[in-house]
């Protein structure tokens, strides 16, 4: 089973500043198959990023997603007042598919 | 547009099973997996596992098996997933969802509480 390690935890940040989150592997994603998902409290949570890199629809281009192998990141270029919320990286090239712990970002 | 939707919050004792049903629309339902992922209170994302309903193949999470069974009705566009011999462990909100090339789509929720 591929383990997948956020951090931070929680991430403090204030809107218009830039904020990333990591998330670590412990072997390689296969074909970088690897999403990042955003949850708001009471509410299903909602893709952002899919194969490491690639925009969902509907999704603004301040949020981007980069790496490979076993070290991803996700990017917020600017942050919104919606911004604020959990994000979840998620592997879906291995069976069992797992997701990360999650990082709380916070309005600082 | 696409939509998944669930059926509505349950409440078990020890030892019963549920039933969560997802009825899809919006899009062709033999196409794609149905996942299922639950989130208990206050904490992370856990995949359960995912039916095709094209086949009836199911993948389920090693901690799942024995336990879970995943299962479709084509012909009314629903999945359903049965977990049996609940504890309290098992109170979360249990969600399926669609994984299609470009987003993904995910029901409403379902929560199942377990409690004697």
């Known amino acids: 089973e591929i383990v997948l390690t956020q951090s931070p935890g929680t991430l403090s940040l204030s809107p218009g500043e830039r904020a990333t989150l990591s998330c670590r592997a412990s072997q390689s994603v296969v074909s970088n198959s690897l999403a990042w998902f955003q949850q708001k409290p009471g509410q299903p949570p909602r893709v952002l990023i899919y194969a490491a890199s690639s925009r969902a629809t509907g999704i603004p281009d301040r949020f981007s997603g980069s790496g490979s192998g076993t070290d991803f990141t996700l990017t917020i270029s600017r942050l919104e007042p919606e911004d604020f919320a959990v994000f979840y990286c998620?592997?879906?090239?291995?069976?069992?598919?797992?997701f990360g712990q999650g990082t709380r970002l916070e309005i600082k | 547009q696409v939509q998944l939707v669930q059926s509505g919050a349950e409440v078990k004792k020890p030892g019963a099973s549920v039933r969560v049903s997802c009825e899809a629309s919006?899009?062709?339902?033999?196409?794609?997996?149905i996942h299922w992922v639950r989130q208990a209170p206050g904490q992370g994302l856990e995949w359960m596992g995912w039916i095709s309903p094209d086949t009836g193949g199911t993948d389920i999470a090693q901690k799942f098996q024995g336990r879970v069974s995943m299962t479709s009705d084509t012909s009314i566009s629903t999945a359903y997933m049965e977990l049996s011999s609940l504890t309290s462990d098992d109170t979360a909100v249990y969600y399926c969802?669609?994984?299609?090339?470009?987003?993904?789509?995910w029901g409403q929720g379902t929560l199942v509480t377990v409690s004697s």
């Open positions: 969802a669609r994984w299609a090339a470009t987003s993904a789509y």
């Open positions: 998620h592997q879906y090239g291995s069976s069992p598919q797992t």
């Open positions: 919006g899009y062709s339902f033999k196409d794609s997996y």
